[in-house]
């Protein structure tokens, strides 16, 4: 019997005869290395033979296995490994075939060892490259299994941190096999993105603790390959960025569904991580991909509660940071749209305190707190975009922000029917803080391109609202967009500086590009200036501000005539605490005395000119004596002493104009200009910007309409011009701006307060008789034409004209064409 079976052993196939040879009697002793050696010599004489011999180890793994005789399984997959190792001819993708059935094998196997095994063989085949392609080769089921792995929940924590590492390895070892190859399954499919992502994710969670490494990790030591997470890590960083343009999207999808699933929107940590980890490893290029995913998932979310919207900001905010001038990419209005809708969304949600009643999101309580948080989370990622931006880039974005803000007189009110006046002062609190955000750092070299007069003109017309609040961020925006050496920080405070020099300011020579633009729009300046030392309601930090806003101009948009305009400015402004025609309370009287006298101190130190210099120094030590509360010291404090009236002022202890034109006129200053008051120009807008009521609005038109209405346009009689009419009609216009203040305010109760049936009468006599008039007209200008056949006589003598068709006329040759 022994014979027989030793003939039959002669007459097997030689490639079964050496794959038996390496297996041991004893499977503890391992592999026959020099049967091995054989048996690979063969393999690469006769490559052909490569799929017999991996399918004859499949048969005695897959035997192996299901008798439990486990040595013997190992020194198969060892085998099995060298051979991949050693061939690469176009027979080897057989051989591969019978490989990967023999993975699946072991993966599928409920030994933790067995499955380990076969994990690390394929990873060691995932590193070879293949010199033919295959077009038939599957993974679905390692992305399947490897996924699994990395959730294993098995009881023995080690045992299960060594699976989930296999998993990882195994899912590293898919990826580098076929994110290069076109032939294979797209792995970048959402079928299977779904799997690896989340698992890379999972697996990163439980080691949270750790911190994110930095863009370029370098290479891990042994302590760290025995971490899941910093593996994973690893893999997820070598993930994307094999990326191309076309795979972001499904590689940050996963993400996204991700932390809506697990609710990690709200820790913000964990997102912020992720986002970090896929900002730093794709190509720079694709950044802006990433940021309109999340523009998107924002937008998705848009009445969920504040604190996942807030994480989403949080992490747009982080990305922003990492990307940035390739985060906002080509659509870069879109972005700031977004953001700004967010932001209103939030104010209606504050406000309403609903979110629409959508399903049954409706019942949501919503949190006033959570919603400002996100308010001031939007508008410190708005700030963040913008600072990646070009400046040309960023005056468009100024002037988007501009247009969305509701403008008295300029734009339709925003407010919706439920939240009223105050959600569109909301509004423009939240846009103007975007504004400020986005106008922090901005440095321009022609001021008259980056701001038209379609954004400044808006934008100061808000200086005159009666919102304090509003009125202070107008006047930082001008500030922030007027400062462009840096300067800002040194005038934080207000106060009287003896020597300026100590403050080391930047100042260079007035450029040709500033000039024109102070020519045509300081007066617009000056005068808004002025206006909102007029407010009531004005506070420390709005003076301090206004003493920033003059200094800037002085030191970055001066020049002579600027000068000159800017002293009567600071004159005009003492001369309105003097008066008190506004009936401002002392304090604010005090402060405005204050506030001209110490740009005055700074304005004389930068014109240089002795005389000036001393006359301002002598009122200011002379103030510091007799009345310390008209200076910034004795009113800009926490508990300032302030008189009850302000009544008697004596000449010392004020500025005088004549004498700073004097000395300012030596030195070669113009001194007709000086000589003249500063006197700003009020237009419609001054009152368009306060109305409150459709009453104020109504008294407005009914006025204009008053004044040029054509009951008044009868012709009186020319009146000669005398010496003594001009001086009376100066003495009188006194008078008569009272009695036009009196007939305004007539109308405007009259408007507030009459019954809407007399208003409705009034407007319709006046209509009447506006069409009586243009029918008048009308029947003067509009005649028939001239009729070349004559006239006829009608009775009484009178001559009336015969209407004639036209075709019925008689035209002379040269009249025809």
Same mark, same amino acid.
């Given at each position: 019997?022994?014979?027989?079976?030793?003939?039959? %052993?002669?007459?097997?196939?030689?490639?079964?005869?050496?794959? +038996?040879?390496?297996?041991?009697?004893?499977?503890?002793?391992?592999?026959?290395?020099?049967?091995?050696?054989?048996?690979?010599?063969?393999?690469?004489?006769?490559?052909?033979?490569? +799929?017999?011999?991996? !399918?004859?180890?499949?048969?005695?793994?897959?035997?192996? @296995?299901?008798?439990?005789?486990?040595?013997?399984?190992?020194?198969?997959?060892?085998?099995?490994?060298?051979?991949?190792?050693?061939?690469?001819?176009?027979?080897?993708?057989?051989?591969?075939?019978?490989?990967?059935?023999?993975?699946?094998?072991?993966?599928?196997?409920?030994?933790?060892?067995?499955?380990?095994?076969?994990?690390?063989?394929?990873?060691?085949?995932?590193?070879?490259?293949?010199?033919?392609?295959?077009?038939?080769?599957?993974?679905?089921?390692?992305?399947?299994?490897?996924?699994?792995?990395?959730?294993?929940?098995?009881?023995?924590?080690?045992?299960?941190?060594?699976?989930?590492?296999?998993?990882?390895?195994?899912?590293?070892? $898919?990826?580098?096999?076929?994110?290069?190859?076109?032939?294979?399954?797209?792995?970048?499919?959402?079928?299977?993105?779904?799997?690896?992502?989340?698992?890379?994710?999972?697996?990163?969670?439980?080691?949270? %603790?750790?911190?994110?490494?930095?863009?370029?990790?370098?290479?891990?030591?042994?302590?760290?390959?025995?971490?899941?997470?910093?593996?994973?890590?690893?893999?997820?960083?070598?993930?994307? %960025?094999?990326?191309?343009?076309?795979?972001?999207?499904?590689?940050?999808?996963?993400?996204?569904?991700?932390?809506?699933?697990?609710?990690?929107?709200?820790? #913000?940590?964990?997102?912020?991580?992720?986002?970090?980890?896929?900002?730093?490893?794709?190509?720079?290029?694709?950044?802006?991909?990433?940021?309109?995913?999340?523009?998107?998932?924002?937008?998705?979310?848009?009445?969920?509660?504040?604190?996942?919207?807030?994480?989403?900001?949080?992490?747009?905010?982080?990305?922003?940071?990492?990307?940035?001038?390739?985060?906002?990419?080509?659509?870069?209005?879109?972005?700031?749209?977004?953001?700004?809708?967010?932001?209103?969304?939030?104010?209606?949600?504050?406000?309403?305190?609903?979110?629409?009643?959508? %399903?049954?999101?409706?019942?949501?309580?919503?949190?006033?707190?959570?919603?400002?948080?996100?308010?001031?989370?939007?508008? #410190?990622?708005?700030?963040?975009?913008?600072?990646?931006?070009?400046?040309?880039?960023?005056?468009?974005?100024?002037?988007?922000?501009?247009?969305?803000?509701?403008?008295?007189?300029?734009?339709?009110?925003?407010?919706? !029917?439920?939240?009223?006046?105050?959600?569109?002062?909301?509004?423009?609190?939240?846009?103007?803080?975007?504004?400020?955000?986005?106008?922090?750092?901005?440095?321009?070299?022609?001021?008259?391109?980056?701001?038209?007069?379609?954004?400044?003109?808006?934008?100061?017309?808000?200086?005159?609202?009666?919102?304090?609040?509003?009125?202070?961020?107008?006047?930082?925006?001008?500030?922030?967009?007027?400062?462009?050496?840096?300067?800002?920080?040194?005038?934080?405070?207000?106060?009287?500086?003896?020597?300026?020099? $100590?403050?080391?300011?930047? $100042? +260079?020579?007035?450029?040709?590009?500033?000039?024109?633009?102070?020519?045509?729009?300081?007066?617009?300046?000056?005068?808004?200036?002025?206006?909102?030392?007029?407010?009531?309601?004005?506070?420390?930090?709005?003076?301090?501000?206004?003493?920033?806003?003059?200094?800037?101009?002085?030191?970055?948009?001066?020049?002579?005539?600027?000068?000159?305009?800017?002293?009567?400015?600071?004159?005009?402004?003492?001369?309105?605490?003097?008066?008190?025609?506004?009936?401002?309370?002392?304090?604010?009287?005090?402060?405005?005395? !204050?506030?001209?006298?110490?740009?005055?101190?700074?304005?004389?130190?930068?014109?240089?000119?002795?005389?000036?210099?001393?006359?301002?120094?002598?009122?200011?030590?002379?103030?510091?004596?007799?009345?310390?509360?008209?200076?910034?010291?004795?009113?800009?404090?926490?508990?300032?002493?302030?008189?009850?009236?302000?009544?008697?002022?004596?000449?010392?202890?004020?500025?005088?104009?004549?004498?700073?034109?004097?000395?300012?006129?030596?030195?070669?200053?113009?001194?007709?200009?000086?000589?003249?008051?500063?006197?700003?120009?009020?237009? +419609?807008?001054?009152?368009?910007?306060?109305?409150?009521?459709?009453?104020?609005?109504?008294?407005?038109?009914?006025?204009?309409?008053?004044?040029?209405?054509?009951?008044?346009?009868?012709?009186?009689?020319?009146?000669?011009?005398?010496?003594?009419?001009?001086?009376?009609?100066?003495?009188?216009?006194?008078?008569?701006?009272?009695?036009?203040?009196?007939?305004?305010?007539?109308?405007?109760?009259?408007?507030?307060?009459?019954?809407?049936?007399?208003?409705?009468?009034?407007?319709?006599?006046? !209509?009447?008789?506006?069409?009586?008039?243009?029918?008048?007209?009308?029947?003067?200008?509009?005649?028939?034409?001239?009729?070349?056949?004559?006239?006829?006589?009608?009775?009484?003598?009178?001559?009336?004209?015969?209407?004639?068709? @036209?075709?019925?006329?008689?035209?002379?040759?040269?009249? $025809?064409?």
């Amino acid at each position: 019997m022994y014979g027989v079976c030793g003939c039959c %052993g002669a007459l097997r196939p030689r490639y079964k005869r050496l794959v +038996d040879n390496i297996f041991p009697e004893d499977p503890e002793d391992g592999l026959v290395k020099a049967n091995m050696e054989k048996l690979t010599f063969y393999a690469l004489s006769a490559p052909e033979k490569l +799929d017999r011999i991996g !399918a004859y180890l499949s048969e005695r793994l897959s035997r192996d @296995v299901a008798r439990h005789r486990y040595g013997y399984v190992c020194i198969a997959m060892e085998a099995l490994d060298q051979l991949l190792m050693a061939c690469h001819c176009q027979s080897i993708n057989l051989f591969v075939e019978s490989f990967l059935k023999m993975v699946r094998k072991l993966l599928e196997a409920d030994k933790p060892d067995l499955q380990i095994l076969g994990t690390n063989s394929f990873v060691k085949f995932a590193n070879i490259e293949e010199d033919t392609p295959s077009y038939h080769r599957s993974y679905d089921f390692f992305v399947s299994r490897f996924s699994e792995m990395c959730h294993s929940s098995y009881e023995d924590p080690d045992v299960r941190t060594k699976i989930r590492m296999a998993g990882i390895k195994g899912l590293q070892g $898919v990826v580098r096999k076929t994110v290069n190859d076109e032939l294979q399954a797209n792995i970048w499919d959402p079928q299977h993105m779904d799997k690896i992502v989340p698992s890379l994710l999972f697996n990163l969670q439980q080691g949270e %603790g750790t911190e994110s490494r930095s863009p370029s990790p370098l290479q891990a030591s042994e302590k760290e390959k025995e971490s899941p997470a910093e593996l994973t890590e690893r893999c997820f960083r070598e993930l994307l %960025g094999r990326a191309a343009y076309g795979n972001i999207k499904n590689a940050v999808n996963p993400v996204l569904m991700h932390l809506d699933n697990h609710s990690l929107w709200e820790g #913000k940590s964990f997102a912020v991580r992720c986002f970090k980890i896929i900002m730093y490893s794709i190509q720079s290029q694709h950044s802006h991909l990433v940021i309109q995913q999340l523009l998107g998932h924002l937008d998705a979310n848009s009445k969920n509660s504040a604190t996942v919207r807030a994480g989403i900001v949080e992490v747009l905010l982080e990305a922003a940071a990492i990307a940035s001038s390739g985060s906002v990419g080509p659509t870069v209005l879109e972005v700031f749209n977004t953001l700004l809708r967010q932001l209103r969304l939030s104010v209606d949600y504050e406000l309403t305190g609903s979110y629409d009643s959508c %399903g049954n999101l409706g019942s949501k309580v919503i949190k006033e707190h959570e919603e400002r948080q996100l308010q001031e989370a939007v508008i #410190k990622t708005i700030g963040s975009f913008a600072n990646t931006l070009p400046t040309y880039q960023r005056s468009e974005v100024m002037l988007f922000i501009m247009g969305k803000i509701p403008v008295p007189g300029m734009h339709p009110a925003l407010a919706s !029917a439920k939240s009223g006046f105050d959600c569109s002062r909301m509004i423009q609190v939240m846009l103007l803080k975007s504004l400020l955000q986005v106008a922090t750092g901005f440095q321009t070299t022609n001021m008259l391109t980056a701001l038209p007069s379609s954004f400044l003109d808006p934008l100061l017309s808000l200086t005159l609202m009666e919102d304090a609040e509003i009125r202070l961020l107008v006047l930082e925006i001008l500030v922030s967009l007027i400062d462009r050496h840096d300067n800002q920080p040194k005038f934080s405070s207000i106060s009287i500086i003896s020597d300026i020099s $100590v403050l080391k300011l930047k $100042v +260079d020579k007035c450029s040709r590009q500033d000039n024109l633009f102070m020519k045509k729009h300081a007066q617009q300046l000056y005068r808004h200036i002025y206006l909102a030392c007029k407010e009531e309601n004005s506070a420390r930090p709005h003076f301090e501000t206004l003493y920033t806003l003059l200094a800037l101009i002085s030191m970055e948009l001066a020049n002579e005539e600027v000068v000159v305009d800017l002293i009567r400015l600071a004159l005009a402004m003492q001369d309105l605490a003097l008066a008190n025609e506004e009936m401002l309370p002392v304090y604010n009287r005090c402060a405005v005395h !204050a506030l001209s006298a110490a740009y005055l101190n700074l304005i004389c130190q930068l014109t240089t000119v002795p005389s000036f210099c001393q006359h301002v120094h002598e009122v200011i030590e002379t103030r510091q004596k007799e009345v310390p509360f008209m200076l910034p010291e004795g009113v800009f404090t926490e508990s300032p002493s302030i008189p009850k009236s302000l009544d008697k002022l004596e000449g010392h202890l004020l500025f005088l104009q004549s004498k700073i034109t004097e000395v300012l006129g030596g030195s070669g200053y113009n001194t007709d200009r000086l000589a003249t008051p500063y006197i700003p120009q009020f237009t +419609d807008e001054d009152r368009l910007s306060k109305r409150k009521s459709i009453g104020e609005t109504i008294s407005l038109q009914v006025e204009v309409e008053s004044r040029n209405s054509p009951e008044k346009e009868e012709r009186t009689p020319a009146e000669e011009i005398t010496f003594e009419t001009l001086k009376n009609a100066i003495v009188d216009s006194i008078g008569m701006e009272e009695q036009e203040r009196e007939r305004r305010r007539q109308v405007v109760e009259k408007f507030q307060k009459a019954p809407f049936e007399e208003i409705a009468a009034h407007c319709g006599a006046r !209509a009447s008789s506006l069409q009586s008039k243009l029918n008048q007209i009308f029947e003067i200008t509009i005649r028939p034409p001239p009729s070349p056949s004559g006239t006829i006589t009608a009775g009484y003598g009178q001559m009336q004209s015969r209407s004639v068709p @036209v075709y019925e006329m008689k035209f002379p040759d040269l009249c $025809v064409y």
